[in-house]
């Protein structure tokens, strides 16, 4: 798709199409193209995100682990109720919210630009198709197998 059909498409200028980091694809002499994923590179960069995190939360567990604890668990239980409602508008902001949490409370730029770049791209990946089942929700089946 050319970036001025989906400037049409979306009722836009060009510019905030161009300004979609990560979602449209430039390539000289071919044309602009939508961001597309594959299952690989979905898993790819599910992995990314996991080795960011993991190290990230190293940072402010040493500083202020209750604090943090406290903080996740309470976004932990929205997204619990968010889950059992089947509210997956609700369910995906507390995710994004848990995540961003971990990433900034470690007070470090460059991890946040990092973690953004990643985020951006996954937040794509979760627009929910429709409601009713966890992996609607956002969540990995991986995880629905182990607390079902």
């Given amino acids: 798709m050319s970036e001025t059909a989906l400037a049409v498409a979306l009722g ?3 510019t905030p199409v161009r300004e ?3 979602l449209v694809e430039v390539q000289p002499q071919r044309g602009t193209f939508v ?3 594959s299952a690989s590179e979905a898993h790819n960069l599910s992995e990314l995100r996991e080795v960011l995190e993991v190290s990230a939360l190293r940072l402010p567990w040493r500083r202020t682990p209750r604090r943090l604890g406290q903080t996740l668990a309470g976004i932990a239980d929205k997204m619990r109720v968010a889950l059992g409602a089947k509210d997956a508008g609700t369910y ?3 995710a994004g919210r848990f995540h961003h949490s971990i990433i ?5 730029h460059y991890l946040s630009r990092a973690d953004a770049i990643v985020a951006f791209r996954i937040q794509t990946l979760r627009k929910p198709a429709g409601h ?3 992996a609607q929700c956002g969540v990995p089946r991986a995880a629905s197998r182990r607390r079902a």
């Fill in 104 to 108: 900034d409370r470690c007070d470090n």
């Fill in 20 to 22: 979609s980091e990560g």
């Fill in 35 to 37: 961001f597309r994923i």
């Fill in 12 to 14: 836009l200028s060009k």
């Fill in 132 to 134: 009713g089942s966890r």
């Fill in 92 to 94: 995906l902001e507390q």
